[in-house]
């Protein structure tokens, strides 16, 4: 059973971490997929994003990651209809998540969304709460891998 | 009993049409109102959404199509007080609607807001959802009237 | 239009009055329906329900005061069909009463649901609420009809 | 990879049965397993239930049908640690369940929770409101498998 | 500044032992206080609650640990109108809790409810779950303090 | 005791006038602190959300009026570790200021979160609610203190 985790990840944080190697454990395949938004400038370019994942999971080779463009569906049509994973930490996490496994599904009924509960540890966390903090030099030495602590620093050093 | 049931429809869905079909059946008169945000750009002009409106509602000759700028409070006692009808489709909704239903009631005592439970066949479905689908060329054809596909493949082909 | 306002009434309480008499100003037909529950022995009678709302709303004699057993979707057809209306106060609520209509619909394809907001004043009542606090002789008399605080007083007085 | 979908299904609803078969087309084996709760007496027997499962499922013998008693955990170690696999209908189940995830968790570090979507179409179905309606002699046709519509009809003409 | 934390204690759990200990660090003065109920029969009888607690916060002789019977309302207004404390686990707490709070502030218009997060290590424990996994022999050791799973165990002992 | 009640008030309303008020009564000292956002540019600067508050609170001169910039929780440290207090409307409110309050607790242990409710007269009210009414030259009379009425007035008789 193959499973793609799909995500903005700027930057990826403990709270997916702990998702990707549990996920790791039960799926046969684990692919990890960084979203590419026109749209949206992110902190992180998306060459930034896949080097950090690269960096905090290089213990981890047989855990793929890419960046893919588009509908999510799409991606998931073209990679042979694996099941798409999710991680839920909140209601409103849950609730979003919901009405997206929903549409996914009416698009394409053979493409199916699991969830897996966070870790309550980082149930409060999101990559938006680590670019804030971060932003105010706050301390998130047990909230991100080591890599995008380093590469925080660096980015708001960088923006002086 | 006059009920109006005001939204962005930008585009009109197919979960909208369903409450729309429902309320026609129940109320004397309804009103369905497009709201005017001057501060906030659409996909479609206000002069599409009615017109979208109108295609897709051309059986129901009963059902009133406008537009209105300004407080929806406002625009209700011109119309001499209807009830403003709106759907409801999950807790985020809910929530939301709770405290602009309370803040009306606060303006005008004379004013109700009743609410009616979305199909859930269309519970995952919004015009932003459509949007995002449709600007990917994804299949949104059971999602909304005939004429709202049409005209979203020729709004994403000028964007070419 | 005819609306029928259900619930168990054990006993009203002011938010059950708020949204009766908000509705009777925009339905032209009100009838507020008690629930016999034969499963579960409530803390008046049912006789005694329908005396406290009938003395209760002694000033709107053009609402109409009824009980019935047996599920609510056939109570309702037998009713010609009216909408069932009832209050929101919080999500608990939301999500239950979702589900009850949505569950109505599926028996019944034209008996609407429609929702009204209570008046956050009384967001936190409930008839359980209500027959807790009267049990430790609290104070009840801003959160019933006055009859009500009458009764509950001889109930628990006859308890002694 | 081996998922366990448990519960009371008293009886087993279509919302079940829609996750149990989108659940068998993506992992390699699926045990449906009925809780066995000595203080709570249900409807239908453990035998019953385990019949209609049967029956209801009889097309798919690919899937295994068993009970179990004692907590969940216990059972899912001596199954050899499979997920375990639960539907999320609305935010009320959601919260329940990521309670239970986390505890199972905390039992057992290797157990995994996953969850899937029910179809919209029944997310207002339970078990309980199934029971409910049959009581009162209601349609539950397009609610549960045809074995369990008979079998409702015979319990509740038992019961006169 | 003075708290109060009522709750029923059937039996103390770590997360009820977390808000203490960060209550004590806050408030001037704090009191457990043990809920008697005599409506609904627990595991534990109020005397053995009041020593689990006892025994698990020996090391912390500032705490007060009391029981009382009737309206927490009531109870308060005699301790001196103190403020309410009270954790918050989830949703499913905030809603109750909320309307708790509000009833309170109805009848006493002196007396202040106020909410401390729980650990979210401990976000998915409640006294009824440990009654669960302990009437199972399961394992409770990280969940409850030691006299605390001590007592289950002779409890359990006893039962059989 | 010493309790910080942060927010970007702009404008302060009714609902924190009452949480304000019903917190100086409890807590020993009370400072009101307005955050300084350099990325958001609000209605009102931050001198006149300062002088809103003072006018508004002229009676009460034992509470303290601040402005800070950076994090919370670094302000919080130099203020000598007083709780941050926060008010809770609704379950939106909830969950994200759950996070927030499990976030600053993960950067400062010492450091607590303490939540009151807000009258629910109050419960549909925010600054961005009051913002958009004012804007359309709505009556907000009864949600805000005199001096933003009157200062919302001559904001948009500028816009003209």
Chains 1, 2, 3, 4, 5, 6 share one sequence.
Do not use: C, W
């Not at 080779?61 to 991680?87: C, H, M, N």
């Amino acid at each position: 059973m193959h499973a793609i985790y799909p995500g903005s990840f700027d930057p990826v944080t403990m709270g997916h971490i702990d998702i990707i190697l549990r996920a790791a454990a039960q799926f046969d395949e684990l692919t990890v997929a960084v979203l590419i938004n026109h749209n949206k400038k992110g902190l992180f370019t998306i060459e930034e994003r896949l080097d950090l994942l690269r960096e905090s999971l290089k213990e981890y080779p047989e855990i793929k990651i890419e960046s893919f463009s588009g509908l999510l569906i799409d991606y998931a049509a073209k990679k042979g209809e694996p099941v798409i994973l999710r991680g839920l930490r909140a209601i409103s996490d849950f609730e979003n998540e919901m009405q997206l496994a929903l549409a996914n599904k009416n698009s394409n009924r053979n493409i199916e969304t699991l969830f897996m509960v966070s870790n309550p540890k980082y149930s409060f966390l999101s990559s938006s709460l680590i670019r804030e903090i971060a932003a105010f030099q706050g301390d998130v030495s047990n909230l991100v891998p080591p890599a995008v602590e380093k590469a925080l620093r660096l980015k708001y050093k960088e923006g002086l």
